[in-house]
Every structure is written in C-alpha cells, then in structure tokens.
C-alpha cells in the first residue's frame, strides 16, 4: 500500500506480510550486542527482552520507562531512556520510537487536535514535506504520513514517516505516539510493519 493510500484506509494493513519477512534469523543474538554509536545520551539502556519467537520472527520488548510492550522483528535492537523506547533495524535504515505524549501540556485536547497540530507544524517549518492525516477506525488512533522527509546522516535517500497516535480510553488527555521511519523505497513495507506493531502493542495506561 503507498503512503497516499494508506492516509485514506481505515485500518492499517499488513497485506500478508508477517515478522519473518523483516527478521533476520539469528535467535535474538542481536538483543545481546550494544550500539555505541546510537545516540539517546548517557541514560540509554538496553529494554527487557520478554520472550523471542523464532518460529515468528520477532522478539516481545518492553519498554519499561513508557510502560508499554511490542513485537519487533528479530534482528533488530531495543534501547529506551526515561521518556522513550527506540528500536532499530540492523542497519538502521527502519527506525522507531514509541513516546508517552500528554496532551494538555501539548497544549492539544486531545488525539484528533494533536495529529493536526502536528502535521500542520511540520509542514509550516519544512515546505517540501507533505504531510496527511486521518482517523483510523474506531476513532481512537490518528495516523500521519509523511513523504519527502530529508535524509539524515547515513541515509542512502529521503525517507517517509509514519506517526500512529492512540488515545487512553479512559482519559482523552493522554496517548502513545508511535514513530517509525523508513526509506522512501521501502514505504510500503514500511506500512506493513507498522501495522504489526501495532498490532502487537500492549499498552498499560
């Protein structure tokens, strides 16, 4: 699925796809190395592993500082600090980060307010970037694309970003944000991975 119609679903989509197609199958060896180069400053720390599937291609995380747990795709590594989790590919060319936003001290009312403050200023600063949002269905998650992103350092091309946002059930005033970045070539892919982390994501409020 592009990015353009994904903005225009109302579920996000695997489209078939499963973990084993983004692992890489070394038994979760790769949880074990650390990265010095990551950047997150002196407070980063490894995230708990909970449990590797190898037969699904992916590990559990959790990501205690956010309180919140998802499957990534063996291969990848899990580091979090006390505001975030990061997670990346081997390579680094698939990049995530899961956030606890609170949407009063955003000064946003809530999940629908934020993704169009956010898109809206993200625009505002960098013209060349587009940006889409939509609320999925349900009416509890809003997710942003956006395309033309620049490349950072390392980068081979421009990238595309994904912003899934949920809102706490119970208290509209707070929410997890979900970013995932991704080579612009690999976009759709990108949307297929999203999903199963999404999928997989318990999240406790």
């Known amino acids: 699925m592009a ?23 070394d038994n979760g ?3 074990n190395r650390g990265d010095p180069m990551i950047a997150g400053g002196p407070n980063q720390v490894s995230s708990k592993v909970l449990a590797i599937d190898n037969a699904g291609g992916f590990a559990r995380i959790q990501f205690g500082s956010i309180r919140v747990e998802i499957a990534i795709p063996l291969g990848w590594q899990a580091t979090e ?19 606890r936003v609170d949407f009063a001290f955003e000064g946003v009312r809530d999940a629908e307010h934020y993704a169009a403050t956010k898109s809206g200023s993200i ?4 013209p060349a970037v587009k940006a889409q949002a939509r609320k999925l269905g349900g009416g509890a998650a809003y997710l942003i694309v956006y395309e ?5 350092q390392g980068d081979g091309e421009p990238r595309v970003v994904f912003d899934l946002i949920r809102q706490n059930p119970g208290n509209p005033k707070e929410g997890i944000l979900l970013t995932l970045g991704v080579p612009t070539s690999e976009a ?3 949307m297929n991975l999203l ?7 318990k999240i406790n409020w």
């Open 3 to 25: 990015p353009a119609a994904a903005v225009r679903a109302q579920e996000l989509d695997a489209g078939g796809l499963t973990f084993r197609d983004f692992a890489v199958n």
């Open 29 to 31: 060896a790769s949880f």
């Open 81 to 99: 600090d006390w505001e975030r989790g990061v997670a990346y590919s081997g390579d680094k060319r698939f990049r995530l980060i899961v956030w």
């Open 123 to 126: 625009q505002a600063r960098r």
């Open 148 to 152: 033309n992103v620049p490349r950072a």
């Open 188 to 190: 759709a892919r990108g």
């Open 195 to 201: 999903a199963l982390i999404n999928k997989s994501m």
